[in-house]
């Protein structure tokens, strides 16, 4: 029995949400912007662009285009100086077992973030070649809540949606997911995440009985 598995990488695999919170606080802050925890929060699983977009409505600031462009620049030129210190002690807890668990099955995983970043970000925690397919920022016109990246995943390792499983750390990520018609696995608040088919505080709390059953459930 096989299933097809992707995985979102910010909030899922590693801990990234601390850089972006730095590099957009840097951001937000030079042009006289407020950037609180709360905001980022709302960030999560938002492409660069649309978080940038609404760092500037928040502040009720407008920029040129070349403006925006340049600070679109610097905010990851910032967060890739994070980014550069990362190593395999930021993957997640739990995360390693159950990519390990999927791979000796022999079950097809996929990225599906949206991230630009992606490939740089897997190499610097070692789990590149755990990968049959990257679909990231660089592969989608859409983003999340839009299925386009968990859709392009999903083809990408020969699957048909409802034969798939996402795992998810972000509200609109979860809609996504629902929206491609595949299983959506929220990691974080069940409260927020309340859209997602079933949710878990982070990897620990996934059995591998749970990973088990995976494989015999489809989207209905
Ligand atoms: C998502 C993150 O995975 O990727 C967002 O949750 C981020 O916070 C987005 O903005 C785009 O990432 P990047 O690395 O291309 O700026
Ligand atoms: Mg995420």
């Known amino acids: ?74 905010k990851n030129t910032n967060y890739l100086s994070y980014i550069a210190t990362m190593d395999e002690s930021e993957i997640l807890p739990g995360v390693i077992k159950a990519l390990q668990y999927l791979i000796d099955k022999k079950q097809p995983i996929a990225l599906g973030s949206a991230s630009k970043n992606s490939v740089e970000i897997l190499n610097k925690v070692n789990l590149l070649n755990r990968f049959d397919a990257i679909i990231d920022g660089n592969a989608v016109t859409k983003a999340k809540p839009d299925p386009e990246v968990f859709l392009k995943a999903a083809q990408s390792i020969h699957f048909s949606p409802e034969n798939c499983i996402v795992f998810e750390d972000s509200v609109a990520g979860i809609q996504a997911a629902n929206r491609a018609n595949m299983i959506s696995i ?35």
Do not use: C, P
């Not at 709302?42 to 462009?69: M, P, Y």
């Open 1 to 74: 029995r096989k299933r097809g598995f992707i995985f979102d990488l910010d909030g899922v695999i590693v801990d990234t949400a601390k850089y972006h919170f730095l590099a957009w606080k840097k951001l937000a802050n030079g042009i006289g912007i407020d950037f609180t925890e709360h905001q980022n929060e709302q960030l999560k699983g938002v492409s660069r662009i649309e978080s940038l977009k609404k760092i500037l409505k928040w502040g009720k600031v407008t920029l040129s285009e070349a403006d925006f462009n340049k600070l679109m620049a610097e």
């Open 186 to 220: 929220g990691i974080g608040e069940a409260s927020i995440l309340n859209e997602a088919d079933v949710v878990f505080k982070d990897f620990t709390e996934i059995s591998t009985d749970f990973l088990e059953k995976l494989l015999s459930v489809t989207k209905s």
